[in-house]
């Protein structure tokens, strides 16, 4: 009879390990889409990429976002792509179902996984509409011949491991709140999703996982500790002095950021639209 039940407890285990395997590994499943050439949808993809902030990570020394910016972490060396539409070395051979995939399920054109040093946990919240939308001016740029370095990892990092990663990230992601307030919600989307701060700002385990249980209370990089900007950090900002903050890097107190958030000044918040830095601001004073 044990010897019965054993074997039953086996089978079930090692189908609940190939149900799972089978989940973590197969391509998330996406529509086939086309990419537009339309004047309209070319000029919401350029809004949303500096909403993104593709330029900070992207831009190249070979011209136009053609990668090469060395990110480094605790897991060795990132290399960002070029996602300018080279179809050897970008991203000029993709359908709008790769694109789509790549930004917010972090999967290759050939179903590789990508490392999350590229924010496509941020970018899943994100629409179908607005990632080809993003592709539709990505497509419309000159392509640039450039092929980044190779990341530079130690040999226990594998492509393979993000299948439990993602698994083990999702688990311990609580279900985020919604909101009623219209602009909140848009700054919750504009600072969660598309501007991906907590990539930086959030703390994470020793996996490398956000722990958004402590969402925007500061992080550490290879090069110092990142601030927090959580409720309590920006209790003496006002909603005002945040939007300025997001034009042009300005502080309550009268200096101006420095180091890696000036980029993102530069190129992400201080491009967006008045509406967009009151919402971003609105949720980080009323949203958390």
């Given at each position: 009879m044990i010897k019965k039940l054993l074997?039953?407890?086996l089978a079930l285990s090692i189908a609940l390990l190939v149900t799972l395997s089978i989940f973590a590994f197969s391509p998330p499943s996406v529509p086939e889409y086309d990419i537009s050439s339309e004047s309209d949808a070319?000029?919401?993809?350029?809004?949303l990429v500096s909403a993104g902030g593709c330029v900070s990570c992207h831009e190249g020394d070979a011209g136009g976002l053609s990668g090469g910016l060395a990110i480094e972490s605790?897991?060795?060396?990132?290399?960002?792509?070029n996602i300018t539409p080279d179809t050897s070395t970008g991203i000029g051979g993709w359908s709008g179902q790769d694109v789509v995939r790549a930004i917010k399920h972090g999967r290759s054109p050939d179903g590789r996984f990508y490392y999350p040093a590229?924010?496509?946990?941020a970018y899943s919240g994100i629409s179908d509409d607005e990632a080809l939308d993003i592709a539709a001016w990505l497509m419309a740029q000159d392509p640039?011949?450039?092929?980044?370095?190779?990341?530079?990892?130690?040999?226990?990092?594998?492509?393979w491991q993000m299948a439990g990663w993602n698994l083990l990230a999702d688990w311990n992601t609580p279900e985020l709140p919604e909101y009623a307030d219209p602009m909140i919600a848009r700054g919750a989307h504009l600072s969660r999703n598309l501007g991906h701060c907590g990539e930086c700002h959030t703390p994470r385990?020793?996996?490398?996982?956000s722990d958004m249980s402590r969402e925007f209370a500061g992080g550490e990089m290879p090069d110092g500790h990142v601030e927090a900007i959580d409720a309590e950090s920006l209790a003496n900002w006002?909603?005002?002095?945040?939007?300025?903050f997001l034009f042009i890097g300005l502080k309550p107190d009268g200096e101006y950021v420095g180091g890696k958030m000036e980029p993102v000044i530069e190129h992400n918040t201080g491009r967006l639209t008045d509406e967009d830095r009151q919402a971003m601001a609105a949720f980080f004073k009323r949203g958390l």
């Open positions: 074997g039953v407890v070319i000029a919401r993809g350029e809004y605790p897991f060795g060396t990132f290399y960002a792509s590229f924010p496509y946990r640039v011949s450039n092929q980044p370095p190779e990341h530079e990892l130690p040999a226990w990092v594998m492509r385990n020793a996996l490398g996982i006002s909603e005002d002095d945040l939007a300025l």
